[in-house]
């Protein structure tokens, strides 16, 4: 095969070189054939469940050892489904009326998994996916087929997929992943994200023909900066890359050195550049990287990760190390965001026929308060001695605000009712992410101590646009006029009411909009990690007065095409 | 035959951690062990199958009636009455 090249979206910036991984679910279909003996058919589905458990065996030690018990513990449980008595006892049945092991096993599976799927619950629910799960593993073997799942990868590989769910990328480890490549999804997909925390090289949206281009494919060249990949690349190509990667590597090095200097324009105006943070580990990472505070502190991972909501002291400990670890630095916390594209199993979450318009964030914690106070006991109680603020996610309304503020107040009684220390001056603000929001900041800033801009959900609610449908994910353009015309006017509206303005999406960390939301006058610019060094870099050799008409020229372009042509000869220029 | 009625205090009622403790207590005896909610009033389980005692939906305070038989049976329902009343060793 001869090198070939192709085009999807640079989603992580980096190069990587090396095999691929191809991932994919197997389709499992039943072969139509005659059953053998009771016993023959009896005697496979032993076998098969055998070696199911050792695979199940294996995959606990593997994620025990990455990412500890609590992690590892849903294989254990898979082990108890797979020799559960029941499911014995209706294969069994099956068979004994002349089915195959195969089809005995589907029906059995899918009639236990429909019982619990039946019993209107969530909790139960996601025991039935388990209880599925567990029946495609025994099956795949049946018909002989390998375990395709990431697990399975064994040498540092290029992972290509159509696409990557979280449950996916859990079974993933960093040290033997180079890269990502899916045909599906979008700059904010789920693995778009992951690549970024984790600092590898993705391209996302190659489009459908990905895996079959890919399919008898050895060796690969992904450069996430370009979106480029090369298949079977020739030895002058190999080199070229390695060349350019160790190119990279050094300039990155180079701009981490100058990290520990502050964020300044070259004026000399201070400017605040920080760091958005999704669990503990990252926050060490976002002090290495130069950050001056944490301007998105995500508190999701909490409350996905268990079966059950996390309780005030788990919160209380997870929250004071990371604070701890930012020693003095600002921390800006989020309340609970989640919605029913990713509903943990402990709440009674509708079904939703547009969960982003939906019953999310600020709207589940006002009507959960047991919930919403826990979390906010555990903030205030972990934020004594600290510089810590508190921010709602999604509002829209000024009420919402309002009764979110009266329940802050209520919790601050309660601690010290109960005398329970805690950090009583934390400023209490929200996210501008609904155009809602943007267009009433006057009005909400009578309840309001700062803002902070989410631009990922703002450009999807002024655009409209799924961000994760790779049929109209073009559409989501963060530089969209109509999208800068809010956050122009969210930045002028706070700071006539004397409020300070940040921005923790991530256009805050891309160097083509920078200049411009310097020259609209925001505060704080928070931003993955990874990302810091370079957007200081950049501040510093921008003025306010050249920000300033940079932003005035990019606002009066009439598509986002034109504005970030417009930004990349800006960039060129400086 | 043995039988006893008992309340589950446990937060999570007879799901996730209680439930898997609960069947692996069951499954240590070779007495026959049927397991029902009361509360709900719905049929008897197998008690060491997890999956079909997961469909029992035992909530936190329902009632479940055990009922065991067999040559250990009255160790088993011993086991299984303190590991409940015992909020599965969770205080």
């Not at chain 1, 909400?444 to 409209?464: H, P, R, V």
């Not at chain 2, 009625?5 to 026959?32: D, E, M, N, W």
Request: charged letters at 25%; a negative charge; proline letters at 4%.
């Amino acid at each position: 095969m001869t090198e070939k090249k192709f085009q999807g979206i640079p989603a992580s910036d980096g190069i990587a070189i090396g095999p691929v991984f191809c991932y994919i679910p197997a389709q499992l279909t039943i072969p139509v054939c005659a059953a053998g003996t009771v016993e023959e058919e009896m005697m496979r589905f032993s076998a098969a469940r055998e070696q199911a458990r050792l695979e199940l065996q294996g995959l606990y030690k593997a994620i025990e050892t990455r990412a500890g018990r609590e992690e590892a513990s849903i294989f254990e449980a898979h082990q108890e489904m797979l020799y559960d008595p029941a499911l014995a006892a209706k294969v069994q049945e099956l068979v004994e009326i002349g089915q195959t092991a195969e089809g005995a096993l589907v029906k059995s599976t899918e009639e236990l998994a429909g019982l619990l799927s039946g019993m209107g619950d969530e909790l139960f629910a996601a025991r039935a996916l388990d209880v599925k799960d567990v029946g495609r593993r025994v099956l795949r073997i049946l018909l002989g087929l390998p375990d395709t799942a990431l697990s399975a990868v064994t040498e540092p590989s290029v992972i290509v997929a159509e696409d990557l769910t979280p449950s996916d990328t859990a079974s993933l480890d960093p040290a033997l992943t180079l890269g990502f490549i899916t045909a599906q999804g979008g700059l904010t997909s789920h693995s778009a994200i992951l690549a970024r925390t984790l600092g590898l090289p993705a391209i996302v949206g190659m489009g459908e023909g990905l895996l079959g281009n890919i399919s008898n494919v050895t060796m690969v060249v992904m450069d996430g900066r370009s979106g480029e990949m090369i298949v079977e690349p020739g030895p002058e190509t190999v080199a070229g890359y390695q060349e350019l990667k160790l190119q990279r590597e050094s300039h990155l090095q180079i701009l981490k050195a100058a990290a520990g200097v502050e964020a300044c324009t070259a004026n000399g105006r201070r400017v605040e550049v920080a760091a958005n943070v999704g669990e503990a580990a990252s926050a060490r990472d976002a002090l290495e990287y130069g950050a001056e505070g944490i301007g998105l502190l995500r508190t999701e991972f909490l409350y996905l990760e268990d079966v059950q909501a996390p309780s005030e002291e788990k919160q209380f400990r997870i929250y004071r190390e990371i604070f701890e670890v930012m020693c003095g630095h600002p921390v800006i916390v989020r309340t609970l965001d989640i919605g029913g594209d990713k509903p943990p199993s402990y709440l009674p979450f509708p079904a939703e026929m547009n969960p982003f318009l939906g019953w999310r964030a600020i709207r589940i914690s006002l009507e959960e308060p047991a919930l919403f106070k826990t979390q906010l006991r555990a903030i205030l109680r972990a934020a004594t001695g600290h510089q810590v603020r508190i921010m709602f996610p999604m509002v829209s309304d000024l009420d919402e605000l309002r009764r979110a503020r009266e329940i802050v107040e209520t919790v601050q009684r309660d601690l010290e009712r109960e005398c329970i220390q805690f950090a009583a001056n934390v400023p209490v603000g929200i996210m501008v992410e609904t155009p809602a929001a943007a267009l009433l900041v006057d009005v909400l800033a009578e309840a309001s101590d700062f803002f902070s801009l989410g631009t990922n959900d703002l450009t999807q609610y002024t655009m409209a646009v799924d961000r994760g449908n790779a049929k109209v994910s073009g559409l989501f353009q963060p530089l969209h006029p109509a999208v800068l015309r809010l956050i122009k006017q969210t930045i002028e509206a706070g700071h006539s009411k004397g409020k300070w303005v940040g921005m923790c999406g991530e256009l805050a960390g891309m160097t083509k909009a920078i200049p411009i939301l310097l020259g609209l006058g925001l505060d704080e610019f928070s931003m993955n990690p990874r990302a810091i060094p370079e957007a200081k870099a950049l501040i510093g050799k921008l003025t306010d007065d050249r920000a300033r008409e940079i932003a005035h020229q990019a606002m009066a372009f009439g598509t986002a095409l034109e504005i970030e042509n417009f930004m990349k000869r800006s960039l060129e220029s400086l | 035959m043995a039988e006893a009625t008992i309340q589950v205090r446990h937060k999570v009622g007879l799901h996730a951690r209680p439930a898997a403790l609960f069947v692996q207590t069951a499954a240590k005896y070779s007495s026959k062990i049927r397991v029902k909610n009361l509360t709900a009033n719905g049929n008897f389980v197998d008690a060491k199958s997890i999956i079909m005692v997961l469909t029992l939906g035992v909530m936190k305070d329902q009632e479940v009636v055990i009922q065991a038989e067999g040559a250990d049976e009255e160790s088993a329902l011993r086991a299984l009455r303190s590991l409940i009343d015992a909020n599965f060793g969770e205080g």
